[in-house]
């Protein structure tokens, strides 16, 4: 410490003296030591040896700011350096003309701030999305208001067993029907459909062409609302009586107003070309049409004629076997894709494991999701 006091008092000395040895002109005094290359490597003790410092004993005096010293001294004196002082007053702080005033610190346009920063948009997931509300929906339809159920798995058993059923056809229209009244052929019929449109890749149709005990409506809690026996009265377009449901891929068409000649209307060459329009327009979509029994409405037989195929809907302990029979020779055995057994006990149908274990996983897996 006390060689650089020295120092820099032998470095205060000679500046008073080149002070008092300057011209009255205001002339430079002694010619200055030589400058090294601007980019060179300086260290301290040359930095010392530049500035004609040696070791003496004088008094201490104020630190000088080397580094801008030494930067002075490597950029010529030309551009915006031309206006800097030379001599004593080289250690002064710069005085810049008003139209070289530093601004003040502003942001940058090019970065803004980060309360200036737009929100990241949420990353996309499907698994978090809120499911939609069904409103409205009868708690009959299980497939949407109980998904973990066992029947509800039932349902969607039969789908995979109608749209993949292997070597032949999947079916682009089925109607569905039973011998008699009662034996819960549009409950099936709902829910069939719905779990066709919860499908990634189909698309449903669900029509009611039971224009004299109409239900299914109720089912999904539409009112009376103009339908099928509308458009064949030639009263409204079909695209204008096709109403949306809360599934995207899921279209229901209404019976309608009770007309006082269903079966003439359903009998109509209207009626056989809406069946194939409806049913050739989408590649994806599958029709679900729901009928009255055939044993007691004549115009099912005739719409059993132009669909792809016929599921009869029997009840357990209820439905009779020559009913069966008769309803199979009269429409015909190949377009018949299956039965479906309702009113079932599954104790009595071997259904014990399902039952025991179906009850925990089913339900497990609900309570995980809620």
Do not use: W
């Not at 702080?93 to 005033?101: S, V």
């Amino acid at each position: 410490m006390g060689t650089i006091s020295k120092a820099l008092n032998k470095y205060r000395g000679q500046r008073k003296s080149e002070a008092d040895e300057r011209k009255p002109d205001g002339s430079a005094g002694p010619e200055r030591p030589p400058m090294r290359e601007a980019g060179a490597p300086v260290s301290v003790g040359a930095a010392l040896s530049d500035a004609g410092t040696e070791t003496d004993g004088s008094d201490p005096a104020p630190l000088v700011d080397l580094g801008e010293t030494l930067r002075r001294r490597a950029r010529p004196a030309t551009g915006t350096d031309a206006h800097l002082p030379a001599g004593p007053d080289a250690g002064a702080p710069p005085h810049f003309p008003p139209a070289l005033k530093p601004l003040p610190p502003q942001e940058s346009p090019q970065m803004p701030s980060e309360a200036a920063l737009p929100a990241e948009p949420a990353a996309e997931n499907r698994a978090s999305e809120i499911p939609p509300t069904y409103e409205g929906f009868d708690a009959k339809l299980v497939v949407v208001t109980q998904p973990y159920s066992f029947e509800a798995e039932q349902f969607k058993l039969l789908r995979s067993s109608l749209l993949f059923p292997g070597n032949v056809r999947a079916p682009r229209s089925i109607l569905v029907t039973s011998t008699e009244p009662g034996e819960g052929k549009t409950l099936v019929s709902a829910n069939l459909a719905i779990s066709i449109a919860l499908n990634l890749d189909r698309h449903v149709l669900l029509v009611d062409c039971d224009l004299r005990r109409p239900y299914l409506h109720k089912l999904f809690g539409f009112g009376d609302h103009p339908g099928l026996s509308e458009y064949l009265s030639g009263c409204c377009s079909i695209e204008s009586l096709l109403l949306k449901t809360p599934l995207d891929r899921f279209s229901f068409l209404t019976a309608g107003k009770i007309p006082v000649n269903p079966a003439e209307l359903l009998n109509s060459d209207k009626m056989f070309g809406l069946m194939n329009e409806v049913r050739d327009r989408y590649a994806d979509r599958v029709v679900i049409i729901d009928s009255p029994p055939p044993m007691l409405a004549s115009e099912s037989n005739a719409l059993a004629r132009v669909v792809d195929g016929v599921l009869l809907v029997i009840k357990y302990r209820s439905t009779k076997r020559e009913d069966v029979a008769e309803l199979v020779e009269k429409i015909g055995k190949d377009k018949f894709l299956g039965t479906v057994m309702n009113f079932t006990e599954k104790q009595a149908l071997g259904y014990y494991r399902a039952k025991k274990y179906g009850y925990k996983y089913y339900h497990q897996a609900e309570k995980q999701l809620k």
